[in-house]
C-alpha cells in the first residue's frame, strides 16, 4: 500500500491494564482507539512526535556511534523498526527487547553517555522511566488542547 504509514505498535500495550499512555509505543489510549481512523498525513504527524520524543530523551543517555551496527543487531535479533524511523528511536527499541542479554553496547553501535550505565538493563530502566515522564506530559498537553 503505497504511502501507508504502519502502526508504531510493539505488541505491548499496557493501555489494556488501565494506561493512558502506553508503556510500549508511547501513544495516549486515544490514539491507539482512533489509529485506523487517522488519514496518512496524521499517522506520519504523530509517528514523527513519537520518534522525537524517543530520540530527545535516549539521547540523554547514549549516542547511536554506528547506525550500521546498530541496523544490523535489529535484523540479526528480529526486531522491528522502520526504515525512516531515526537511530535514537531505534535504540530505545533495541534495549526494550534486547536489555537482558546486551553484554557490550559498542557492539550495538551504541555509546552510554558520561555518567550513564554501562549496563543494558540500568540504562533501558532510566530511559524507560524518563520516556513515561515525557510520554504522560504529552498525554496531558494534547488533553489541554482537545478541551479548547
Sequence with gaps: MAGRVVSPCVGLC?????DRVCRGCQRIDDEIRDWPGFDAAERRRRMDELDALRASVAGRHLSVVDAEALQAQLERHGIRFREDQPALSRAVELLRVGRGRIRDLSRYGLLPNENEPRDAAAL???????????AEARRRSVDATSLQ
Design 124 to 134: 533501558h530502566e532510566r530511559i524507560a522511566s524518563e520516556l513515561m515522564t515525557a
Design 14 to 18: 499496557s493501555t489494556t491494564v488501565g
